[in-house]
């Protein structure tokens, strides 16, 4: 089992970045593919990147390609997400994903052990 613990959530002007990081407590992430996913107020929660195990392979929503990177720090035990040119639409509660296989998937209910998550707010 691991415990996913997010943070770097803040307020943010529009254009402005953010960086957040989810610790793994418990089994090494290693052995999970990882996955960031959103929920703004009245929404579904939605994916926005993913990396498999090991870290060779990325994915992104569309919405976030060419602005968000997702990374893995294996010495660290922890995933990242840097988002850069952000958008009040881009205003949610982020949520890391931990699951047990080797490619992120872009289905929430693929993943098997989720973070509390951390607030985003961008202004206009």
């Known amino acids: 089992q691991v415990q996913l613990v997010e943070s770097g959530g803040g307020l943010v002007q529009a254009g402005g970045s953010l960086r957040l990081s989810c610790a793994a407590s418990g089994r090494t992430f290693s052995n999970y593919a990882m996955g960031w996913f959103r929920q703004a107020p009245g929404k579904e929660r939605e994916f926005v990147a993913g990396?498999?195990?090991?870290?060779?392979?990325?994915d992104y929503a569309d919405s976030v390609k060419g602005r968000f990177t997702c990374s893995g720090d294996n010495a660290k035990n922890t995933v990242y997400l840097q988002m850069n040119s952000l958008k009040p639409e881009d205003t949610a509660v982020y949520y890391c994903?931990?699951?047990?296989?080797?490619?992120?998937?872009?289905?929430?209910?693929?993943?098997?052990?989720w973070g509390r998550g951390t607030q985003v707010t961008v202004s206009s």
């Open positions: 994903a931990a699951r047990v296989a080797k490619y992120a998937s872009q289905s929430w209910p693929g993943y098997h052990y």
């Open positions: 990396i498999s195990r090991g870290g060779t392979s990325t």
